[in-house]
């Protein structure tokens, strides 16, 4: 039974894990240490910029740089730091998407009340006291921010195809 385990941790080990940049098991914690400076250093990360950062002494940057470059082969450092690179990007992603969703559910709530007060003001108002003008300003004005907030158009005012969608816009010109 013991020998399963051996193998199936042998196994585990020789596979990234998700976060493969974590400390892993049977890493010395100075080979972590050093491989957490060659991950921050980003995209054109490589073993001499990451010991250069660390050490200005030409003598211990030597025999440093050649240790380091033996752990970032033995811990996989170049696909660990990629892996880091790409949950790093997601995690930006996902803020990014959640701003975006509470910025249209935002205008949402504030175009649908720029319609409720046109539909009161429309109301109240006697209909003699509406010009063609105002009265068409503010619906454009009112349904454009609507469309806008839900994605159906874009700020500049074209339409946005989505996919499966079909446009049939110069069929209908002039109507």
């Known amino acids: 039974m013991k020998d399963i385990d051996k193998a199936i941790k042998e196994a585990k080990a020789g596979m990234l894990p998700y976060e493969s940049w974590e400390h892993l098991e049977g890493e010395p914690a100075p ?9 921050d250093l980003k995209a054109d990360r490589n073993i001499r910029k990451a010991v250069d950062s660390v050490e200005n002494d030409s003598g211990v940057r030597v025999s440093r740089y050649s240790k380091w470059r033996k752990w970032a082969i033995q811990f996989r450092w170049k696909e660990r730091a990629g892996d880091y690179d790409k949950y790093i990007e997601c995690m930006k992603q996902a803020e990014v998407r959640k701003t975006i969703e509470a ?25 003699e006291d509406l010009t063609q003008g105002n009265l068409t300003e503010w619906v454009e004005v009112a349904i454009k921010s609507e469309r806008e907030a839900a994605g159906i158009v874009s700020p500049t005012g074209k339409s946005e195809t989505k996919q499966g969608e079909f446009k049939f816009v110069s069929d209908f010109q002039g109507l």
């Open 103 to 127: 910025q249209g559910e935002k205008h949402r709530e504030v175009t649908g009340k720029m319609l409720d007060v046109v539909s009161k003001k429309l109301d109240l108002m006697n209909p």
């Open 31 to 39: 080979a972590f240490s050093a491989f957490c400076v060659y991950r």
